[in-house]
């Protein structure tokens, strides 16, 4: 197991915004995908952004434009910059890290919540 400890949820105000942060800790893997998945009760878990150690991102269609993910995945950190924050866009975030052997580690998720 690779503990990731997750930081930076809370309460917001429509149009606010947060910054959500991840580190692992123990041992580093040097190649790996990082990034963040989201969950609303009752629906499944949504990939949001994810970084790979060669800097190539990705993002889910209704966070582009406001949300910006970045980190050094080599050295195990990945931050996600929320703008422009809706109240769709509340729920349970979740830091993940990939293996090249596609092996999955969970950080214990974070509560993001928007109020209109």
């Known amino acids: 197991q690779v503990p990731l400890v997750e930081s930076g949820g809370g309460l917001v105000q429509a149009g606010g915004s947060l910054r959500l942060s991840c580190a692992a800790s123990g041992r580093v893997f040097i190649r790996a995908t990082m990034g963040w998945y989201r969950q609303v009760p009752g629906k499944q878990r949504e990939l949001v952004a994810s970084?790979?150690?060669?800097?190539?991102?990705n993002y889910l269609d209704t966070v582009k434009g406001r949300f910006t993910i970045s980190g050094e995945p080599g050295k195990n950190l990945v931050y996600l910059q929320m703008d422009s924050l809706k109240p769709e866009d509340t729920a349970v975030y979740y830091c993940?890290?990939?293996?090249?052997?596609?092996?999955?580690?969970w950080g214990q998720g974070t509560q993001v919540t928007v109020s209109s």
């Open positions: 970084i790979t150690t060669g800097g190539d991102t």
């Open positions: 993940y890290l990939q293996l090249p052997d596609s092996s999955n580690f």
